[in-house]
C-alpha cells in the first residue's frame, strides 16, 4: 500500500497542475461586432425647362448644398439640361454662378440668316463642352440624363452616353427657334414638349426620392411677346398635362417664383438665382423628412430580408 501510495501522489500533483491551469484559463472575448451603415439613400434632382428662368436652378443647387443635402443623379429638359449638365460634370453651385454671370445671349446664340432666323446650336454645343472639357456625359462625376423629344415619332429620349453638348443642344431646341438637332440620324427638338420636369428620368437614373425644380410659366397667366416667347408658350401648353402628371410622382418640388422672368431675360440671371436660392431653402425641412422616412423604409425593408 505504501509503494502505491508513493506511486500514486506524483499522478495525483500532475492532474491537480492541469486541472488547476485548466480553471485558469479563459474563453478569449469576442470580436466586436461592426455596426452595419445605414442605407444610402439615391437623391435625384429633375431640372425643368424656362430658358432664361434656368438660372433659378443655380439658386436651388446652392441652398442644398449649403444645407448638406447631397444630389447624386441629376436629370434636365432644355434649360434644365444646360444647368444640370454643367452640374452633374463636377462645378459647383459656386462655380455655376461664375458662369452664368459671365454669360450672355451671344455667347450660346448662333442665328442662320439663310434658314429664317433660326438659332442653329452649335455654339451653345460648343458651350457647353468646352465648360466640361470635352467629356462625354458617362464620364461625369454624377449620373445625368438630358431628355430631348424625338421629332419624327414624339418619343421622349433620354441621353445618358455620348457627346454632352450636344445632347443638350437636343435638349434645349425649343421647336420654331432652333433648329432640330441632328443625332445618329435622328431630328432631336426641346425635352419640355414631353417631359417639362424630367422626374421621371432622374428615377431611371436611380434616385430613391426626386427633389423636381419647376420654373415654367402656366398657360394663361400672363400674354406671351415675341417669337420665342410665343413659341416657349406653345411648348409650355403642349407638355403642361404631361408635366403635371410626371410632378405628382416627385418627392418634393420647388416652384422658385420666376414668373415675371421672360424667356430671354438674361439680364435678370440674378434675380432668378436668387428666388431659386429662397425656394429652395424654404423647401429644405421637407427634403431631409422625406430623406429620414426613406432611409426608414430601407432600413425596415433589409431587417425583413434577414
Sequence with gaps: MNRLSRLSRPLFGAFLTLALLAGCTTTPPAPPVTPEPPPKVRVGLALGGGAAKGFAHIGVIKMLEANGIKIDTVAGTSAGSVVGGLYASGLDAFALQEKAFGLDEAAIRDVSLLNGGIVKGQKLQDFVNQLVGNRPIDKFTKPFGAVATELDTGKRTVFVRGNAGQAIRASSSIPGVFEPALIAGKRYVDGGVVSPVPVDAARELGADIVIAVDIS????????????????????????????????????????????????????????ILEGEKAALAAVPQIKQKIAEKQQALIAARMAKR
Excluded: C, H, W, Y
Design 217 to 272: 410659366t402656366k398657360a394663361g397667366n400672363k400674354a406671351p411677346s415675341g417669337l420665342i416667347g410665343t413659341v416657349n408658350q406653345a411648348v409650355v401648353i403642349m407638355g403642361q398635362k404631361l408635366g403635371e402628371q410626371e410632378l405628382t410622382r416627385a418627392d418634393v418640388v420647388i416652384r422658385p417664383k420666376v414668373g415675371k422672368i421672360g424667356p430671354t431675360d438674361f439680364d435678370q440671371k440674378n434675380q432668378a
